[in-house]
């Protein structure tokens, strides 16, 4: 049965020892326990016994046939809060309300209750008056934010434990362990699908991971919830990079341009420097975009820096060269000059077996800057010219003086007194050619003539 208290329920009892307690009657004034509590109710009590000095509060269970309280539960007594052992005498018994189990604000104004608090007859309500979001009902310490519309939306609602949700109820509310067993049955259930470029694969959700793996170049990487895929810094397989418009550069204004067909331009700081064309069909064509600008070869030779070349764009391309200039082929000069550091008048390239160098003519020969060579009048001499050296085509008409042909080469020779024989040669004028004839020429126009050889006077008419 249930609680009950009443006002002014007092009756005696004779009854001694620790045992349930036999009511005797109500005292005057006060009602029975009879009139205010039904069989087995339970009201909390108290016995004075005052001839003894004793006393026990405690809750206890009424029975009406007999008219007796069971001493229950002891709250409070002169036994140390145990059960008394009452006395000969009488005592009263009456309904009490201990101060362990009343209901009070504190010097606060709050009320503490460790137990349960019931609204039992369904037409009163339990109304929280203040919800400023600091003040009002509370669930273990943490205020409730929610409003009554948003506790109300359980009305109606049923908590359900189906694993696979097959009622379909719109208003059942599923447990956690239901939730858990049909998500994982729907994840067991299902694949990921994957395609690429080369194949296709399936990944088993509730089994299986998807790997995103790098490659040549390029590697993955995954923090948290992010998967980062970064192109390596150096890239050694790439092996084609073709757009109809790309830039290779650290950004727009330094970098490799092929925006233009048939066309690379290599741009500094914005600047196109330099730009290769296809320009003469199969030609390369490497072009300074920028006038009068130079194009120039730069390096370093040892720990020195050094200018290579430098081809002056502003003197029509005028190349100069650091060091020396190899030429394995044939060297082509189309200009008229050769310009050297050294450039001394009347000096002649002359080769040491290694470099052609330009030296002083000396000696008998003298040469002019015009090119006129000349050769000193006594220094040619007879071990000077080989044999057979000058030939008569060598000789220009007039060249050599009749007087210089006498005194040189007829006078200036040895005599022959004597001993003239047929293989003995003699210089004619043929025609003003001069040429050469043995004696057996002249013995045949003297015969042809009718001279005898031995007549001395045809002989001399002969030689003249």
């Known amino acids: ?95 009490t309300l201990p101060a362990t189990k009343v209901v009070y604000k504190d010097a606060s104004g709050n009320v503490s209750v460790d137990g349960d608090v019931t609204v039992s007859d369904g037409t009163n309500d339990f109304d ?44 059942g509310i599923p447990s956690q362990q239901s939730v858990k067993a049909y998500v994982d049955a729907q994840v067991t259930a299902q694949d990921l699908d994957v395609a690429s470029d080369s194949g296709t694969i399936d990944i088993d959700l509730d089994s299986e991971s998807l790997t995103i793996a790098g490659g040549t170049g390029l590697a993955s990487s995954a923090t948290s919830t992010t998967v980062t895929l970064a192109v390596d810094a150096a890239q050694t397989g790439i ?120 030296v002083a003519v000396s000696g008998d020969v003298t040469i002019a800057s015009n090119g006129a060579v000349t050769i000193a009048g006594t220094s040619v001499e007879t071990s000077m010219i080989a044999a057979d050296a000058i030939t008569e085509a060598k000789i220009a008409d007039d060249a050599v003086e009749s007087e210089h042909i006498n005194d040189n080469v007829i006078s200036g020779q040895t005599d022959l007194a004597s001993g003239l024989e047929g293989t003995d040669e003699l210089l004619v004028s043929d025609a003003g050619t001069i040429k050469k004839m043995d004696m057996t020429v002249v013995k045949a126009y003297m015969t042809s003539e009718g001279f005898v050889t031995d007549d001395p006077t045809a002989l001399a008419i002969a030689l003249g």
Do not use: C
């Open 239 to 358: 092996t084609s990079l073709l757009a109809t418009d790309i830039k290779i550069g650290e950004d727009d204004q330094t970098k490799i341009d092929f925006e233009t067909a048939n066309e690379i331009h290599f741009f500094a700081d914005n600047v196109s420097v330099v730009s290769l064309t296809n320009a003469n069909s199969g030609d390369a064509v490497l072009t300074v975009p920028t006038a009068d600008k130079n194009f120039t070869i730069a390096g370093t030779d040892g720990s020195s820096g050094v200018t290579a070349l430098d081809i002056d764009m502003a003197l029509a391309g005028k190349a100069t060269f650091s060091g020396d200039v190899v030429v394995t082929g044939d060297l082509t000069v189309t200009g008229d000059d050769i310009v050297m550091g050294t450039n001394t008048s009347g000096h002649i390239m002359v080769a040491d077996g290694t470099n052609f160098n330009p």
């Open 1 to 95: 049965m249930a609680l009950a208290i009443a006002d002014r329920v007092r009756e005696t009892t004779t009854t001694t020892g620790t045992g349930t307690i036999a009511l005797a009657g109500a005292v005057t004034n006060f009602e029975t326990f009879t009139a205010n509590l039904s069989n087995a109710d339970t009201t909390y009590y108290a016995i004075v016994d005052n001839t003894n000095n004793a006393f026990e509060v405690g809750l206890g269970t009424f029975t009406s046939s007999g008219t007796t309280l069971a001493r229950t539960t002891i709250i409070a007594s002169s036994n140390s809060n145990s059960v008394v052992s009452l006395g000969v005498g009488t005592k009263d018994v009456f309904i």
């Open 128 to 171: 929280v008056a203040s919800h400023d979001g600091t003040n009002g009902l509370k669930l273990g310490g943490t205020i409730v934010t929610s409003s009554a519309a948003e506790l109300n939306i359980l009305d109606g609602k049923s908590f359900v434990d189906e694993d696979g949700m097959d009622s379909n109820s719109a208003t």
